[in-house]
Every structure is written in structure tokens, then in C-alpha cells.
């Protein structure tokens, strides 16, 4: 009998507080709780194979010092940290060795209080392998020849039998805070606001003869379920700590037309709450594959982990260290949570001398063999002995290397020549209200820290890790005095044609906090390293000695792992809380009247048949499908039937599963029956006049299928849910649209999609929602359900397939992308970051489950993630500082992988040494996020006004410490010349405009954008590109494949730019516009658009036909170029000035003047009157 399920969302928070001033302690965690409910473990014994590793072991390597797992071993409970957000902890004994405490538990937990994890013999075909075959241990006596150039092609390759890719070698990969400062009473900038009887029938298919169950009424019993419905959340989605700048609400926009005068802002800006959201690929990842295998002495009688193996098996970025600690360790228990998996909880011998190595923290100080990379970047300031006791190596004081020789200084000298040549052109001095052409021609690119070259080619891609300052900060202080943010933009799952994977028994970690090695630490010697995070000094393990690239013992520092900022580990079983999980996939689908006039059901069931073989997984891969209305459908797809089955639940306020263990089937089992499902789906419903949507009791029935195993329910939903659970209401007014007033209803109408959605995360499930509608459907409530579970969100507004073309086929293109694209399972992602350092407010769609560690059910490589920091203790005594992301995941294959990026970049102490490395597209798009927030917790108003006291602050500040031109001119420095005028566009984009007729759904989704779209795609959408097409030039052009693709100059968003005889084309990432002049080139119109003059161009015009010329050949590739370049489809609108699309067009010329925005011009003014106020 099935088990009951609770969808409610389980215990309430205990210790909720709001997020802890920058400089205080962080509290101890909550003791923590064992979950209720235990997961069917014999579904794993009997499904799970796990991948098997060809590893290479060397012969001239020495024996191990790790413990192969023994068999008495147990999963235990999986409690869940507390959940909130505070000061990063510091890292000293007395924090690192306290005990857990409690936090939050939801309810129906899948992992088991007590499950034995037995490891059956070697020739079991089925279920859990042997310890063996979990790091992958065999014996290979002709070993490939390893090329020591580290990208080069290798001479012999081993197959990976897993994923039938080469174990070593470069392969082709898949296609792919702001600080608070002085508080004052009166502002307006980001700061924290407070946040029955059931009756089930049996349905053939069209066309289908099935026989009756033999006892449906005892099969509907057994099945029956009651759910719980827990007690309300105690805190909201996520902490949004302050940025205050030291002035008052001031910098409100006049109405325009209205004199530029200063609104008289409020008495106090009220009081804040805290709030915390909740917290893998298809195909192994392709890439560099490093196998080496130091230990393949496997016992026959395997004794139990010992804290020699790496913690991070269930945590999924935590773990007791297993690369740097001795074979002396003693023996600790299995890990039993995230955090311990993860490294947050790891318990290290606390040394004698409880200060680490504090001087000043050198990178590069190395034995003589070291690369350029590590000898000689600063020179200590002061000599101090290192500490004695566990974990402190003694040894010699660290030695600097002088230059070795003159062309090593003259390049030294060289190199420092440049950075300051770049740091004067970044604090070239530009008066705004004098230069108007400020927009580069030229897309634009992260600014060059300060660093050494050698430092600087290790560094992490900004593609990837990025951060708003370039130059960190020495102090607080000095951050506050230059008004800027500081924070992280991440893209951690990002698609990547180079990708080193290493499979190796030994992850070599720092005992204390938990950092993976990377290309900044220091090596003191051959036997030791100095972690960069924390200072720690550690022990090399004697399987690091070996280098698998050159097959070459004694050289740790030339491994991949120390040569590239970005690598992935294969994990082994360590890494682990239960055995991965398969890929499993849920679509739930609206079946309703109104989806059916839509007629997006046909277009879902055959994309799902066009890449059915596509689908990320391996031989355990499951699916299943439900269908509502004012009804839930299952769908028996059990192998062995002739016919799927439909199986129909009315009563929709006590939702059950009619057949539990056939309504998930293995994909290739059952490939015939889900084929002629999708097939005849489509035309089910052809008939139906059911216009209500039961989309509450379909998702609490959704829930109850996955939670035994965890995956991804994607959810297509057309309309407002309006019978159930669930169900919402219209809240919005059309006559409000256009309002310069507070824009109401940013906020969920009922908490219900967020505490399912909580349930689901702590499940292991996330949810993605399409969402197909002409009419209003409450994004603010339903996006709920992929916020907190680590969804995805897509919006395609007044879809229908035959009245919009142009949305049909992005919503083919999206889907097919959303399909096929690489997928992690039961990730978990941990962001680190050097002593003194803090991380107090992520952004993004995950659930937090302890202080730095994010829930993310599912990872895809198109999400990116914001995290704002503040500096916690002062940074004298380093001259770099580093960040480190680790996502630990599950990939479709059923691999445990560690992906980890690492980036450094160098502290400064002078105010226009911030300046000069501020990042202004970096600084943008976290104000954008910090926005949103501040539009749902507080108003929409209250965000513009942040926005615009942004600007005014940061350039006041520069104006006071570092420009030396009189105080009547409006002068920024070259790296922020484009701050105000991306704010101005900010400001005009649909999620934070006023006075323009602006859908409800429209402006939220564009706030949900805002919040997961990595950097490049979200500046796009804030500040287009716009370029003259008609003439492309070959000056320039670039060559990708066999194609010349041009590269016309970008051109300032103004109406002067345009001219009646051109062709112009709008890049606003998901949409594109191409508007034709009145007087364009008859020749241009002919061979590109096939008219024969430009009365004839139509209408409704969205693509470019392929014709047999020069001019279209050219201009196609350079649309083509463009949308290649994103995951989704770009829409194109071809228009003329009668087009109906003219006015969003012209919508985006933000430095243009309009019925509600100033122009960029007289903004300017604005923000000077500000400043001189």
C-alpha cells in the first residue's frame, strides 16, 4: 500500500531571525531534525546500475593512503540546515567543530532514517556495484602516452565505458552585495524589507480495446492517499541585505514636462524581513578526462570510511576531507546531510595554535620547480612564524625567488607599464553632458583587473564567474566611501566547448575550509600547500605527487587541477547520500477548452516524438504524463499492454494515485506505448467544452509520483486555475496598466505554489513551467512553483497557432532546446570566498538550505545566479583574494560530478583604484536583481528611486575623492561612462517602467528574467544593440565555420541614428527587430526580403526568406550569427513605419525622450541637480 504523502510544507523554521549585521558572528545552526518518511530503497537496489570507470593506474605510483568503504555501512536521515542567510562563518576552531542543530524538515522526506547499503560481490549485474567500481579501479599494464601540453591531442586514448568517450584528451563538449553603508533615516535604496469520497474510472483510448481491471475499486483504496497540509512558512524567498548609500530618497524622475525639482522624501523607510529561497548534464560531460587511480589495493574485507575520504558524497559540495589528510585519521561516520557532504560541518583536529599562518598570505611563494605563475606576484611585508600543531606542517619560512633573470624583470616591468596605462584609460575622466558618444562600436568586454599575466591566464572565464569590482576593496570602509556594489554574477552549468574532467580516487581539498585546489594556491614545497581561502597550510597527498599529463612523479603543481580555474571531478561514492538517481521526467499538461483552441498540445506531443532518442538519460530513464481539467488523467503505459490507459480522477479535493508503480515507466521499456500516447494525445480532447483548470490537484499529484526518486515536472498551463487547490483569482485592471502610481499585485496571492514548491525541493524536484496565455494568469503566484524548486520559467503571451506564427515558432525551437540540453539532478552548489569576505544575499531560483548552500533540484546551463558580499575584516594583510563555486550534481548517465570555478582578483587600498576596475555591466545587472526585490517587498517607486540614487551616489562619490574638474560639471570615469545611461534603460524596461501600458504577466516575467538570466543575455534585454544592416561592410568581419560574418559598429539607441534610406536591426536578446526605411535601397529589399519595393513588404513579416544572393547570404548569417549565440530563439519582426510592432520599436531607443521617460539627456541634468544639491 502506497504510503501517505504530504504536500504541506512541513515543520516551521525555528531560530528565523533577519539577516545579521556585516559584523556580526554568525549564531550556531539549529540542531537538526530527522525527516519523516522513508523512499522505496529496493527501487534502487533493483534499478540502479552505476556507470563504470576505466581508470588508469600508473605504474609508477605509489600506494594509497585512502579506505575503501566497507559494507555494514548506512544511509541515515537527511535533516536540512536552517533556513536563512547570514554573515559567512568564520573560519576557526571553535565554528568549524560545532555540533549541528536543527532546521528545516519537510514532510514526506524520501531519504530512509535507517537504509543498509549493502555492496553486493563483484558479479552482481544489478543493483549497487562494488566499492570497486565507484572511483573505478583496473589495472592497465600499456598505459596511454600523456601529451604535457595541457589542450594538445593525446597519442592514446582510453574509452570511458560509461560514456564511451576517452579517458584522457581534449574532446568536444555539448554546443554548447551591494554593501551596506552608512544608514541614514530617509532613503530610498536597497535595503531588507519584513518580509473526501474518491472515484476513479478507467477510459480506453480512442480506438483502444482494453479489458477492465479485475478489481479497480481495491486498486483505487490502496492507492488512496490523504494529504497534510503543513504549517505556513515562517520566512520568505530569499534575505536582501542593505545597500544603503550615505544620502536621502532624493532622486526621484520629475514627471516629465515637469520642472526638475527634489521630491521630499518620506520619514523613514520602513523595517525589513528576512527571507531564504529554496535551494546533471545529459551525457557525461565532455571534455579533458584525466584517469589516475593511486589505489587499487581493494581488500577483500573493506573497512569502513574513514574521515580520509572526501565528505562530499551526499552534500554534494561538502565532505570529510580525502586528499589532504594522512592514513592516521581516525574513523568518522558516514555523512547524513548536505552540509556535511559539502564540507560546511567537517570537523578538523583543532591545532594547538588556533590562529593560522596570518602574514602576508603570498601566492606563488614555491619551490624553484613552480611555474612563472607562482614565483615572485608580491613580496611578503612582515615576517611571521607559522603556527605549531595538527595540520600545521613545520618547516622552513617561506623564501621568495628574486627574478631569475633580466628578461623575466624587463617583462615584469613591461606588464606593470601596461596595467597602468589601463588603469589611466579606466579613470579617464568623461564629462557625460559634453560627450555624447559614449557607446562603443564594439560589444563590450569584462575590464582586466590588475593582476599578473601569468595570474591572469589561470583565472576563471567571465563567461562563467564574474564580479562587479575588478579591484576588491581593502576595507569596508573604502567601499562605502566609493558607493559601488560589490557581488558575483555566476553561469556555473554553463555549456563549454573545453572542459577538463578528471577522474582521480583523491579530490584534494583544505582541511579547514573545505576548498578545492586550484591554481592560487601556494606551494611551499613539494610536500606542502597553502590554501588561498583560508591560509591553512596543508599536506600533499602522495597520489598528487603523481602528474597523469606528463607521467611524471614529484611535480603537484603542474596537475590539471592547479594548471585551469575551471575543472570537473568524477566523485565517488563519498559524494553521495544515496545512489544517483535516474533521470526522470513528469509532463503535466492543460487539456483544458482554452488549451485546446490554442492548439499547443499538438506542438508538445511532437516535439516529444522528433527527440524522443534526444532525451538526457541512460537505461534507467523513466517518464510519465498527466493531463487535467477540471479532472486529473493518468496514463497507464505499463510494458505489456496494447494500448496506454486512461485513468481518470474526479475527485480533485483529495487527490490519490489510481496505480502507483505503472504511471512512471522506463523510457525504453515502454518506448512504443509512450509513441502511440503522443500520438493520439493531441487528438483526445478535440471536443471538449471543459473550460475550468485543476491545476492545484494535478501538481499535489504530480508531487506524489516523483517523490520517491526526485526529477523534473514540466508544466504547461494556459490559463488561470480556477477550481482546487490552488486556485486564483484575477487581480489585475486593465485600466492600471499605463499608471505612474504603485504597480500592485507584484507579490503570490496564496502561498500555496510556494510551499509545494518547497515540498518538491526537498524531494529533489523541480519545476518547470510554460505558461501559454492571451489573458491574465497570475505569473506573480504560479512562477512560485520554479522559484523555490530551481525551476525554469517560460512565457510566450498570446500564443496561438494560427494567429501568431512568430510565437509557434519560438515555442518549437524553445521546447526542442528545453529537451535536449544538458541536465544535473540533486544538485547542490556551496560559493567560497577568502578570509575576511562575506556572502549575505543570493539571488536566482533555488532554496537555501543552510547559510551558503543552495538546493538546486535540478541545474540546466542556461541559469545564472547574483550573490551580493560585503568585507567582514579588513584585507591588509593579502594582496588577492579568491572565490570559489563548487556545483556537485548528478548527471543524466548517473555520474556524481564536481564542477568547480575559481577566481582571483587583487585588493586594492585607494578609492580610484576601485573605480578603475569597476565592472559597469557586472554593477547593472545586480542592481537589477536587487530591484526586483525591492519592487515586491516594498514598491515599484521605491526600486526606481534606488536606481536613480545608484547613479547619483556612485558619481557624487567619484566627483568628492578622485576628479579634479570643477564641481559644475557632470564627470564619470571611463570604466563607469555608460552607468547612468544603463540605469535610464533600466528604467524603461518592461519590468520597471511606468506610464506604458504594461501587461501584469508581462512586467513579472520580465522580473523572473531578471533574476536568472546569466549576464550577456540579460544586458541585451536591458540595453539593446542596434546595427545598420543594409550596407554591411567586410571591415571587420570574422570567420566561423567557412562563413565570413560581418560585424557592422553598434549605434546609440536615438531615433538621429536612423535614417529613411537604411535597413536597421534591434538585438534585444529574445526579440529582434528589423526595421526598414521608407526610402531603403529597392535593391537591398529585393535580394534580402524577395519585394519588389517596400509598399509590397507585408504586414506580419517574422523571417528572412533564403534567396540566392550576396546581400542575403551576408545579412542571414549575420542574423543567424546573432541568434546562435543564445539557447533560445530569437523572435524576428520585420516592419515598416504602419507596422503595429513601430511602437516597440521606437519603445527601445532609451536615449530618446518619450510620453513618460526622459531622455538620456535630460537625465543627465537630473542626476547633476542631484549631485549638486
Excluded at 33 to 47: C, R, S, T, V, W
Excluded at 218 to 234: C, E, F, I, K, R
Excluded at 685 to 695: C, K, Q, V
Aim: charged share 15%.
Amino acid at each position: 500500500m502506497q504510503q501517505p504523502l504530504s504536500t504541506g510544507h512541513g515543520a516551521p523554521l525555528q531560530n528565523s531571525s533577519t539577516a545579521p549585521e556585516r559584523h556580526q558572528q554568525m549564531p550556531n545552526k539549529a540542531s537538526l531534525a530527522p525527516m519523516a518518511g522513508q523512499y522505496n530503497f529496493a527501487y534502487y537496489q533493483n534499478n540502479y546500475q552505476a556507470p563504470v570507470h576505466n581508470i588508469i593506474r600508473p605504474p609508477l605510483c605509489p600506494t594509497s593512503l585512502g579506505t575503501p568503504q566497507g559494507p555494514g555501512q548506512m544511509y541515515t536521515t537527511l535533516p536540512l540546515g536552517p533556513n536563512l542567510i547570514s554573515a559567512r562563518p568564520q573560519l576557526d576552531p571553535t565554528f568549524v567543530s560545532a555540533p549541528p542543530q536543527g532546521g528545516y524538515v519537510p514532510s514526506g522526506g524520501h531519504y530512509p532514517g535507517q537504509v543498509p547499503y549493502n555492496v553486493p560481490s563483484q558479479s552482481t549485474t544489478q543493483g549497487i556495484p562494488p566499492h570497486s567500481s565507484y572511483p573505478g579501479f583496473s589495472y592497465h599494464p600499456a598505459m596511454p602516452a600523456f601529451n604535457t601540453h595541457y589542450n594538445a591531442p593525446l597519442t592514446s586514448q582510453t574509452v570511458h565505458p560509461a560514456t564511451s568517450q576517452p579517458l584522457v584528451g581534449v574532446l568536444p563538449s555539448h554546443v554548447k552585495p551591494l554593501p551596506e553603508t552608512v544608514q541614514r533615516l530617509s532613503q530610498a535604496s536597497f535595503q531588507p524589507y519584513p518580509a473526501g469520497n474518491t472515484a476513479a474510472s478507467w477510459h480506453p483510448l480512442p480506438g483502444a480495446s482494453m479489458p477492465a481491471p479485475t478489481n479497480p475499486t481495491a486498486a483505487v483504496s490502496s492507492a488512496n492517499s490523504q494529504t497534510s497540509a503543513g504549517p505556513p512558512l515562517s520566512m520568505p524567498h530569499n534575505i536582501n541585505q542593505s545597500y544603503l548609500p550615505d544620502r536621502a530618497k532624493v532622486a526621484t524622475l520629475p514627471v516629465v514636462g515637469a520642472p526638475l525639482v527634489r521630491r521630499q522624501p518620506p520619514l523613514a523607510d520602513p523595517s525589513v524581513s528576512t527571507s531564504a529561497s529554496p535551494a546533471s548534464a545529459s551525457g557525461a560531460q565532455e571534455g579533458m578526462h584525466y584517469g589516475y587511480v593511486a589505489n587499487n589495493q581493494v581488500n577483500s574485507a573493506p573497512s569502513p570510511l574513514s574521515s580520509t575520504s572526501d565528505d562530499e558524497d551526499d552534500d554534494d559540495e561538502a565532505g570529510v576531507d580525502s586528499s589532504s589528510s594522512s592514513s592516521s585519521s581516525t574513523n568518522t561516520s558516514l555523512p547524513n546531510n548536505y552540509d556535511a557532504l559539502e564540507g560546511g560541518s567537517y570537523q578538523a583536529p583543532a591545532p594547538s595554535d588556533p590562529h593560522p599562518l596570518k602574514s602576508t598570505k603570498p601566492f606563488g611563494y614555491a619551490y624553484p620547480t613552480l611555474q612563472p605563475a607562482y614565483q615572485n606576484v608580491v613580496s611578503p611585508s612582515q615576517s611571521v612564524c607559522p603556527p605549531t600543531g595538527p595540520g600545521y606542517s613545520p618547516g622552513p619560512q617561506q623564501f621568495a625567488q628574486p627574478f631569475s633573470s633580466v628578461n623575466q624583470l624587463s617583462s615584469t616591468m613591461e606588464g606593470l607599464t601596461f596595467r597602468n596605462n589601463r588603469k589611466a584609460e579606466a579613470l579617464r575622466q568623461v564629462s557625460l553632458l559634453q560627450e555624447r558618444n559614449i557607446l562603443p562600436p564594439v560589444p563590450m568586454l569584462s575590464p582586466q583587473s590588475n593582476l599578473s599575466p601569468e595570474l591572469k591566464k589561470l583565472n576563471c572565464s567571465p563567461d562563467l564567474f564574474r564580479c562587479t569590482l575588478m579591484n576588491i576593496p581593502q576595507t569596508q570602509a573604502l567601499l562605502n566611501k566609493a558607493k559601488l556594489p560589490l557581488g558575483l554574477l555566476l553561469h556555473p552549468f554553463r555549456d563549454l566547448t573545453h572542459l577538463p574532467v578528471i577522474t582521480s580516487s583523491t579530490i584534494v581539498r583544505c582541511r579547514t575550509c573545505r576548498t578545492y585546489i586550484n591554481p592560487f594556491v601556494s606551494f611551499l614545497d613539494q610536500r606542502r600547500w597553502k590554501c588561498n581561502l583560508c591560509y591553512r597550510v596543508n599536506d600533499v597527498p602522495e597520489e598528487f605527487m603523481y602528474n597523469p599529463l606528463t607521467r611524471s612523479y614529484g611535480e603537484p603543481h603542474k596537475r590539471p587541477e592547479v594548471q585551469t580555474a575551471t575543472v570537473e571531478f568524477i566523485a565517488s561514492s563519498d559524494y553521495m547520500l544515496r545512489p544517483p538517481q535516474p533521470a526522470v521526467y513528469l509532463f503535466v499538461f492543460d487539456v483544458s477548452h482554452n488549451a485546446v483552441e490554442s492548439g499547443y498540445l499538438n506542438i508538445c506531443c511532437q516535439s516529444l516524438l522528433e527527440n524522443f532518442d534526444k532525451l538526457p538519460g541512460d537505461s534507467r530513464t523513466r517518464i510519465g504524463f498527466i493531463t487535467f481539467d477540471s479532472t486529473v488523467h493518468f496514463f497507464n503505459l505499463q510494458e505489456g499492454l496494447s494500448q496506454p490507459q486512461m485513468l481518470i480522477v474526479s475527485d480533485i479535493e483529495d487527490i490519490f494515485i489510481p496505480t502507483p508503480d505503472s504511471l512512471m515507466v522506463n523510457l525504453h521499456e515502454s518506448k512504443e506505448l509512450i509513441k502511440d500516447l503522443l500520438k493520439v494525445l493531441p487528438t483526445m480532447f478535440t471536443s471538449t467544452r471543459e473550460t475550468h483548470s485543476a491545476l492545484g490537484p494535478a501538481l499535489q499529484a504530480a508531487f506524489k509520483l516523483m517523490s520517491a526518486t526526485g526529477g523534473r515536472i514540466s508544466v504547461f498551463q494556459t490559463q488561470l486555475p480556477s477550481v482546487g487547490v490552488g486556485h486564483l483569482l484575477s487581480r489585475e485592471d486593465p485600466n492600471q496598466r499605463s499608471t505612474t502610481k504603485g504597480v500592485q499585485h507584484l507579490a503570490p496571492a496564496t502561498d500555496f505554489y510556494k510551499k509545494f514548491a518547497l515540498d518538491c525541493s526537498g524531494q529533489q524536484v523541480a519545476v518547470d513551467l510554460f505558461l501559454l496565455s492571451g489573458q491574465y494568469t497570475d505569473m506573480a503566484s504560479l512562477a512560485c512553483m520554479s522559484k523555490y524548486s530551481a525551476g525554469s520559467v517560460f512565457y510566450y503571451p498570446s500564443f496561438h497557432h494560427i494567429h501568431n506564427p512568430a510565437q509557434v515558432e519560438k515555442f518549437q525551437k524553445d521546447l526542442k532546446r528545453y529537451l535536449i540540453r544538458k541536465i544535473g539532478f540533486e544538485a547542490v552548489m556551496r560559493i567560497r570566498c577568502t578570509k575576511g569576505l562575506s556572502i549575505h544575499t543570493f539571488h536566482g531560483n533555488f532554496f537555501v538550505r543552510s547559510t551558503d548552500l543552495l538546493s538546486l533540484a535540478n541545474i540546466n546551463p542556461d541559469s545564472g545566479f547574483t550573490v551580493q558580499m560585503s568585507i567582514e575584516e579588513n584585507l591588509v594583510d593579502t594582496s588577492i583574494v579568491c572565490f570559489q563555486a563548487a556545483l556537485l550534481y548528478t548527471s543524466s548517465k548517473g555520474e556524481r560530478r564536481i564542477r568547480v570555478h575559481t577566481l582571483c582578483l587583487p585588493v586594492v587600498n585607494s578609492v580610484a583604484d576601485v573605480y578603475a576596475g569597476a565592472d559597469v555591466q557586472a554593477i547593472t545587472c545586480l542592481l537589477a536583481t536587487m530591484a526586483v526585490d525591492r519592487s515586491v517587498s516594498s514598491s515599484l517607486s521605491d526600486a526606481r528611486d534606488a536606481l536613480v540614487n545608484a547613479v547619483v551616489d556612485s558619481l557624487s562619490a567619484y566627483r568628492s575623492t578622485v576628479s579634479n574638474l570643477q564641481r559644475s560639471v557632470l564627470v564619470a570615469p571611463n570604466s563607469l561612462r555608460l552607468f547612468a545611461l544603463y540605469i535610464l534603460a533600466l528604467l524603461r524596461q518592461q519590468a520597471f517602467r511606468t506610464g506604458t501600458s504594461t501587461r501584469l504577466d508581462e512586467r513579472v516575467f520580465a522580473m523572473c528574467e531578471m533574476k536568472t538570466q546569466p549576464l550577456v543575455h540579460l544586458m541585451l534585454t536591458i540595453h539593446p544593440n542596434l546595427y545598420r544592416i543594409d550596407n554591411l561592410p567586410d571591415e571587420g568581419s570574422i570567420t566561423v565555420g567557412d562563413k565570413a560574418i560581418p560585424q557592422p559598429p553598434i549605434m546609440q539607441l536615438s531615433a538621429e541614428k536612423l535614417s529613411k534610406e537604411g535597413a536597421f536591426l534591434m538585438d534585444c536578446g529574445s526579440v529582434m527587430y528589423l526595421w526598414i526605411g521608407k526610402n531603403c535601397s529597392s535593391n537591398f529589399i529585393s535580394e534580402v526580403l524577395g519585394f519588389p519595393n517596400h509598399a509590397s513588404i507585408p504586414q506580419n513579416m517574422t523571417q528572412l526568406p533564403e534567396l540566392n544572393t550576396v546581400l542575403s547570404q551576408r545579412t542571414s548569417s549575420f542574423v543567424s550569427w546573432l541568434r546562435d549565440s543564445r539557447p533560445f530563439l530569437s523572435i524576428l519582426y520585420i516592419m515598416k513605419d504602419d507596422s503595429p510592432m513601430r511602437a516597440n520599436f521606437f519603445q527601445r531607443l532609451v536615449e530618446d525622450r518619450s510620453e513618460s521617460a526622459l531622455s538620456y539627456y535630460e537625465f543627465l541634468l537630473h542626476i547633476q541637480q542631484q549631485i549638486s544639491k
